[in-house]
């Protein structure tokens, strides 16, 4: 009898409330990791039946895990959107179905709204603007003088996945800031070119910048950390000190530009939230109990530097 009623309230804790077909785009980046780890972990303690996929980079893929979702009349579709646009034919497919979808992450652009019910993500056009603000504080602060002796400072950017709202966004904020900034006459813009989010890409584009212009680089912006780590090494490798020869920002703040930055080889980095399983979850639960739920929400936001990284470090959780 006892053994009976064990094995039946186990079976009650651990039947899962709902299905949820999860589309992440990849393992581009530390950031992409800690988000899939963070999803995976929240659809646990959600009691959640996760059905997770990895597109590999590819947006087909993604496509493709979508279809499969509504073949498998999950409850719910979750997606990273890897680029803005192309998602319109495939949501069409998944409202006719009936399953709503949510939105992670990344921005999308599709021609009728209620294609999706709710987006939770982070806000790119506000972290490109952070960057640029950051770095203009910076050389206020510290007179920088342009390294050539020439009369701008010149900026490179290491650009994120072409067409994704990272990236695009991230620009967007960076270009607006720059152009509202009264400094705006002391940059110039010298090369911006894709790394694709990654730390091999960002260090391979960076080695050909400093081919061209190696004396004329004083600030790199990368849309991301882990194209600044790899953007390091290749400063490194040409006898550049990152940080001091060239100044650093970066996106995302995860633990290796904090290290850079205690290392002293990075200045900065804007955040950019990875942990938005817990909220994920609770939003969809919401959705598919006939609850209300906002149609947008961006996760908070900081900027960290070489006076708080130390500090900072210590309880940072990707
Ligand atoms: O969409 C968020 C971006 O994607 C992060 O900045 C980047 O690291 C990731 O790959």
């Avoid at 972990?41 to 590999?56: E, R, T, W, Y």
């Avoid at 179905?97 to 992450?105: R, W, Y």
């Avoid at 550049?240 to 290796?256: Q, R, T, Y």
Wanted: glycine fraction near 8%; charge should be negative.
């Amino acid at each position: 009898g006892a053994a009976l009623a064990t094995t039946s309230m186990f079976a009650q804790a651990v039947e899962p409330e709902y299905t949820i077909g999860f589309s992440q785009i990849g393992a581009e980046s530390e950031w992409r990791t800690a988000n899939t780890n963070d999803v995976k972990a929240a659809a646990v303690k959600h009691n959640i039946d996760l059905k997770f996929s990895d597109a590999q980079q590819k947006q087909e893929n993604q496509i493709k895990a979508i279809r499969t979702f509504i073949a498998q009349k999950v409850d719910l579709i979750g997606f990273v959107p890897i680029v803005a646009t192309g998602w319109d034919n495939i949501l069409r497919e998944a409202k006719r179905a009936k399953i709503p979808v949510m939105i992670m992450d990344r921005d999308l652009t599709v021609s009728d709204d209620s294609l999706y019910v709710a987006k939770i993500g982070t806000d790119s056009y506000a972290e490109g603007r952070k960057a640029f603000d950051w770095i203009d504080n910076y050389v206020t602060q510290n007179n920088l003088k342009p390294r050539n002796g020439g009369d701008k400072l010149n900026i490179v950017i290491l650009e994120g996945t072409v067409g994704a709202s990272a990236a695009t966004g991230r620009s967007h904020g960076f270009d607006d800031a720059l152009n509202e900034s009264p400094n705006k006459g002391r940059y110039n813009i010298l090369a911006s070119q894709t790394g694709d989010f990654t730390r091999a890409k960002g260090q391979e584009v960076m080695e050909s910048f400093l081919k061209s212009y190696r004396d004329d680089i004083d600030i790199l912006f990368s849309q991301n950390d882990d194209m600044a780590l790899g953007a390091i090494q290749a400063i490194e490798a040409a006898g550049l000190k990152p940080s001091k020869d060239i100044v650093i920002v970066g996106c995302d703040a995860v633990k290796g530009m904090f290290q850079a930055m205690i290392d002293g080889k990075a200045n900065a980095t804007v955040e950019c939230n990875p942990l938005q399983g817990d909220l994920f979850f609770t939003t969809a639960k919401k959705i598919l109990k006939g609850e209300p739920v906002e149609k947008s929400v961006y996760v908070d936001e900081g900027v960290f530097d070489t006076t708080n990284a130390k500090e900072a470090f210590a309880t940072r959780q990707y």
